[in-house]
């Protein structure tokens, strides 16, 4: 009897001490490890940011999702608001770098005055010219800012959340750089920012635009991750004409838009209605489509017909166009050289432009 009682004991020790042995390789496995060895850490540009990535992703998953910072921020202001203790803190610096930019406005009324934007920065007001700058955010709001337009009645909109330099390795896909929450508003010049609500699940707004043809000045148009968006009611509520990553656009004077979605180039003339005007067989009057690399527009301020349209392939300049017509056909204007090859280069062979 006791012979077998003691083998049933020994029976359920070892079935519980397997279990908790699977249990915990599982957990194991599904650990995210940024690394295995310092030898095995990649150098320059490539090597930050998976550093940086390692620092902010999800251990489990390996991501940078905008639900995990939106739920740390959350903590973050439950803990602010159940301090018993009033602490005040007072920036002892660094206040002279705002960090890399991507955005700038001039404002429509005052050249002096310039609106600027880093990609963690936050935004800086100059009324000199740019001889100075003032911080002008809201701490409490998003830092990340790409993109900044200027309405006809004056009201500000800006873009969060950088999206080309967006971590591509280690597990993730691509995750912004620093993750964006929307778009911002202000109606004082910039003395106060409302986040607009209807945008807060947007996590990169690398371009937006005030349509120029629209007196009243709530015609906005904005290049998302997940669509191309237009209100016209001033940000309250967003319709999404465009599907797909949408990485720039351009607009003229009289509201015609040229749209990069996914590396294929659309043309409306009234914000809704969208038609593709690059090709996938390239002829000596087309434009081609590019299916990576970055493509921005310049439309001429002086004769909308004269647009302009760059092209990257991979790390490098592809060619620039110029159409004389509106877009209907275009021509290549220049391509990359050893006497034409205007993309600064880093040490690792990105270029930032």
Not at 188 to 207: H, I, K, M, N, Q
Not at 283 to 293: A, F, H, Q, V, Y
Request: net charge neutral; hydrophobic share 30%; charged share 15%.
């Amino acid at each position: 009897m006791r012979f077998k009682f003691y083998h049933y004991i020994s029976g359920i020790s070892f079935l519980a001490f397997l279990g908790f042995f699977l249990t915990e390789s599982q957990v194991k496995e599904a650990r995210y490890q940024p690394r295995e060895s310092q030898s095995s850490i990649p150098t320059g540009i490539a090597g930050y940011m998976e550093y940086i990535n390692s620092m902010r992703a999800n251990e489990i998953t390996g991501e940078v999702t905008l639900a995990d910072i939106q739920k740390a921020e959350n903590e973050l202001n439950a803990l602010n608001t159940n301090k018993t203790n009033s602490i005040t803190w007072e920036p002892r610096g660094p206040d002279n770098k705002g960090g890399r930019t991507r955005a700038l406005v001039i404002d429509k009324d005052n050249s002096s005055i310039l609106y600027t934007g880093s990609v963690g920065g936050g935004l800086f007001k100059s009324i000199n010219g740019g001889a100075t700058w003032n911080y002008i955010g809201d701490p409490q709001h998003n830092q990340s800012i790409v993109s900044i337009t200027q309405t006809s009645t004056g009201d500000l909109y800006v873009g969060t959340g950088e999206l080309f330099q967006g971590y591509y390795g280690g597990g993730s896909t691509s995750s912004p750089q620093f993750a964006g929450k929307g778009v911002l508003k202000s109606t004082d010049d910039g003395a106060s920012w409302t986040e607009l609500t209807s945008t807060l699940s947007w996590s990169s707004v690398p371009r937006i635009e005030a349509d120029p043809s629209d007196p009243s000045g709530n015609t906005i148009y904005a290049a998302t991750t997940n669509g191309f968006k237009k209100t016209t009611d001033g940000g309250t509520t967003w319709t999404s004409p465009l599907g797909g990553n949408i990485w720039d656009f351009a607009i003229s004077p009289t509201g015609k838009l040229f749209v990069n979605r996914n590396g294929n180039t659309m043309y409306s003339t009234d914000g809704t209605n969208f038609t593709e005007i690059s090709a996938p067989i390239i002829t000596s009057t087309s434009l081609p489509r590019r299916g990576s690399g970055r493509i921005r527009y310049a439309i001429s301020p002086q004769d909308e017909n004269y647009v302009y349209c760059v092209q990257t392939n991979g790390n490098a300049l592809s060619a620039v166009y110029r159409s004389v017509d509106g877009g209907s056909t275009w021509s290549k204007i220049g391509q990359k050289s050893n006497n034409f090859d205007p993309l600064c280069y880093t040490n690792s062979g990105n270029p930032f432009a």
